[in-house]
């Protein structure tokens, strides 16, 4: 099983971006996908997730800013990401169930 995590760059604060988490060897709608980040020296953290079902969930800090999603056709999941801060600079890293791990993608937002 691998997970593909790409979208990542550098942005404006205010903007916004699409992180996109392509995944083979499994099924993104069977399993629990998390999106999680770490900024510079600071532990990873989740930021939300989508279950199988089709729910989501976010911590509170990201409520109303970030949308998870998923398409199964694409066997991917998506972190919108919108009204972008310089403290969600951080490499966003996506998660297929408890195990697997994607490599990350760098998110720098700055002006």
């Known amino acids: 099983v691998q997970l593909q995590a790409s979208g990542g760059g550098l942005v404006q604060p205010g903007g916004s971006l699409r992180l996109s988490c392509a995944a083979s060897?499994?099924?993104?709608?069977?399993?629990?996908m998390g999106w999680y980040r770490q900024a510079p020296g600071k532990q990873r953290d989740m930021v939300g997730f989508?279950?199988?079902?089709?729910?989501?969930n976010y911590r509170d800090s990201v409520k109303g800013r970030f949308t998870i999603s998923r398409d199964n056709a694409k066997n991917s999941v998506y972190l919108q990401i919108d009204s972008l801060k310089p403290e969600d600079t951080a490499v966003y890293y996506c998660?297929?169930?408890?195990?697997?791990w994607g490599q990350g993608t760098l998110v720098t937002v700055s002006s």
């Open positions: 998660r297929m169930g408890d195990f697997v």
């Open positions: 060897g499994s099924r993104v709608s069977v399993n629990t």
């Open positions: 989508i279950t199988s079902g089709g729910s989501t």
